[in-house]
């Protein structure tokens, strides 16, 4: 598995993470047998950076690493990105308090069972709370109470991220990145690595579209976002197939398929892409164990050819970027 350093962390990442909403069984139901499975293979394919937020079912994400970690005797390989903020009922601007900054994460270091937490980050608040100087004292007193380690933020779009980059010791960016979703390699990417800050890669297969193997005719569970969420009606659209209308991304990803090596899985041709694009660590939310160890094998996959990534970029301009481009 190769790995990439993030300056402001310190620290090593797997170029290949595993993002752990679907830990949570909010949908799509991974019960608490199949998610340590995942933790383990996916530890044990090289895997050490694994994202988590406080609100994936309602914790249940974040005590499932925990009982990982418990189980480990190598537990300090592992790095444990977290985040903050849904739990705000209503969630909005004036949540973001000091307070509640202390709260959230006293319950995510008891969840996760450790006294610091690794990373914290800012769970794609309201705009206006990135322009808020506020905001940052306030992780910074985090910082010096011990409570975490070090601060990022998950962001919906490329503005915010350029906001929070300005702050001198932002170590993370969490942003939507995937074949179907190229400006903040273009706007964000390049400026964070000039200052040693870490780009993770969420939703790198657009949902599981990227992996090429859904059709017109897939159905989703009632309560898979990938069913409810397709308008936006219960959080932002660009989190749902990064927001790329259901048709027009499996026609495109069909396109995608067609141009994978030998011996490759769609999938991997797309996380392959991510991980030679400049991104520290692409965290695709594996499913099924199987699914795990094929995303982590990435990590030992040779570069996508010139004339590939040509092609690739071509599906992106041509199908794509008409329906995310201006948006995020
Ligand atoms: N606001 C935020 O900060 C935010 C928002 C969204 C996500 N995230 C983070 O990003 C992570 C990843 O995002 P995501 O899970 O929404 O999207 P994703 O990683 O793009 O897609 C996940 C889906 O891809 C499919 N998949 C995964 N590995 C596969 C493989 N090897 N072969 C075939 N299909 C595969 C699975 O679909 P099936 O279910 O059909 O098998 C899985 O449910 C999350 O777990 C979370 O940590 C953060």
Known sequence: MRTSKIERLGRQVSEIGLGCWQLGADWGNVDEDRSQAILQAAADSGVTFFDTADVYGDGRSERAIGDFLASR???????????????????????YTLDAFREWTDRSRENLGVDTLDLIQLHCPPTPVFFDPETYESLRVLVDEGRVRAWGVSVEKVDEALQALREPDVASIQIVVNLFRRKPLERVATEAARLGVGIIARVPLASGLLSGKYDESTTFAENDHRNYNRDGSAFDVGETFAGVPYDVGVRAAREVAALTPEGWTTAQMALRWLTQSGVSTAIPGARTVEQARGNAAVGDLPAIDDATMAQLARIYDDSIREHVHARW
């Open 73 to 95: 005797a190598d537990a300090d390989r592992f790095f444990v990105a977290t985040k903050m903020g849904r739990r705000a009922q209503p969630h909005e601007a004036q949540a």
